[in-house]
């Protein structure tokens, strides 16, 4: 399943991906786009013409078409048993438009094509304007280069510019790009894939972007994004992992040559891109070794404007963090109001979103029985279940130690 659905609030709908691309004996392999109307039965189509991916990250909706992108997500055989990565993630993104009139005259037996582009470097999420003018789509894409979220930190890892040992305690972080974010704004026409007009926006003073904000909660922003609230780590030139540095050293499309990354710590940022000029308006710049994650854009009260709002981030620090609240369009003015108690200690935080209490009564009938619910998950233990599961985990046994055969056998039942 791809990690984030697609809202439709205008058609009052949650658009998302499921998927099966690794040849997994007893798995039908294929890619479906799913659509659920708040209530009633979930409708899927399978889709077809789409090029093998990794994984699917990310599904936007607009007037007409569901966007969909790909992310990089490299698995290898010999890393199950503890071997090294050996190639390099893909650098570009995979994108699919699926017109939503096809679905609608699709029968159930059809594969719906789709339109597909490539676009260089990969990609993590994706914003997108819900408006789409003479069938042109704009679409908003979170660059990662040189960044690969299958590259921890692993016990007795080296960093890259001195060979020493990397504290234990970071085991298990993800590594950084060794790249700046690049955030880039793409008009597409939909119906034939053709890429009218590009442009990127990166700064060589921030880096280690993560996750990105947008104000939702109105229509002419959802119609039209206008702004983007970015997070961002920074950058240590001592926190390259020695596995990073052998596979992306000679990394081909480098907005900061491979030879040229910053020697000194980039502070981490809250940042604001103006998707208009497409340039960071502002940023406001933490101390070393303290970051902001995520940001969540939360609008004023009768909010009249884009900006019109607030920005609430998690602060990373030495314990305790701290919640910080932002004038949306006045970052760099720093934090509003800063909130902390002594065992506020949580974790690396994910994704985080602000949704508005709901006005008028609930728009749908769909709730969830618990009995109901609970007798639906021991149904899903049923033997014809249990025998397919157990059928599907010796085949991903088999690929784990002879991937050739587990591939022979998946080729064989297609
Ligand atoms: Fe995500």
């Not at 981490?268 to 940001?295: N, Q, S, V």
Request: hydrophobic share 35%; with cysteine; charged share 25%.
């Amino acid at each position: 399943m791809a990690a984030h659905p697609g809202p439709d609030e205008r058609e009052h709908a949650l658009w998302f991906v499921n998927y099966v691309m690794m040849p997994i004996p007893g798995i039908p392999s294929g890619c479906w786009l799913a659509r659920w109307d708040l209530e009633g039965a979930v409708k899927r189509w399978k889709l077809g013409g789409m090029t093998p991916f990794d994984s699917i990250h990310d599904v936007k909706v607009t007037q007409d078409y569901v966007v969909i992108t790909d992310l990089p997500f490299v698995v290898e055989p010999q890393t199950f048993m503890g071997g090294k990565r050996r190639r390099a993630a893909q650098d570009f993104t995979r994108m699919w438009i699926v017109r939503k009139a096809d679905l609608e005259r699709a029968r159930p037996e059809d594969e719906v094509p789709v339109k597909e582009l490539t676009i260089p470097y990969a990609s993590g999420h994706i914003a997108i304007d819900y408006r789409n003018p003479n069938g042109e789509l704009t679409v908003y894409l979170q660059h990662i280069g040189a960044a690969d979220l299958t590259v921890s930190f692993e016990r007795g890892e080296t960093d890259a510019r001195h060979g020493r040992m990397i504290d234990p305690n970071f085991e298990g972080m993800i590594s950084l790009g060794l790249q700046p974010p690049i955030t880039g704004r793409y008009r597409i026409k939909a119906e034939t894939g053709e890429l009218l007009e590009k442009q990127h926006c990166w700064d060589k003073e921030f880096w280690g972007g993560i996750l990105w904000s947008q104000n939702i909660t109105r229509d002419d922003s959802v119609d039209h994004a206008q702004n983007l609230w970015y997070g961002a780590l920074g950058w240590d030139p001592d926190m390259i992992p020695s596995t990073m540095w052998r596979l992306y050293k000679d990394y081909p499309n480098a907005v900061v040559p491979m030879d040229a990354l910053p020697t000194h710590y980039i502070p981490g940022k809250l940042g604001r891109i103006d998707l208009e000029t497409m340039k960071y308006a502002e940023w406001w710049e933490y101390p070393t070794g303290t970051f902001p994650h995520p940001p969540t854009f939360v609008p004023r009260k009768n909010a009249k404007h884009d900006t019109d709002g607030y920005v609430v981030v998690v602060v990373h620090q030495g314990a305790p963090k701290e919640v910080q609240i932002f004038d949306a369009a006045n970052l760099s003015r720093g934090p509003l109001a800063r909130a902390t108690a002594p065992t506020f200690n949580p974790p690396l935080l994910l994704h985080s979103c602000y949704y508005a209490p709901r006005r008028g009564p609930r728009n749908s009938r769909y709730a969830v029985d618990p009995y109901r619910d609970a007798w639906g998950a021991l149904r899903g233990f049923s033997p014809s279940r249990m025998g397919s599961l157990l059928k599907a985990a010796k085949g991903m046994a088999t690929m784990a130690r002879r991937p050739e055969k587990a591939l022979s056998i998946a080729r064989t039942e297609a």
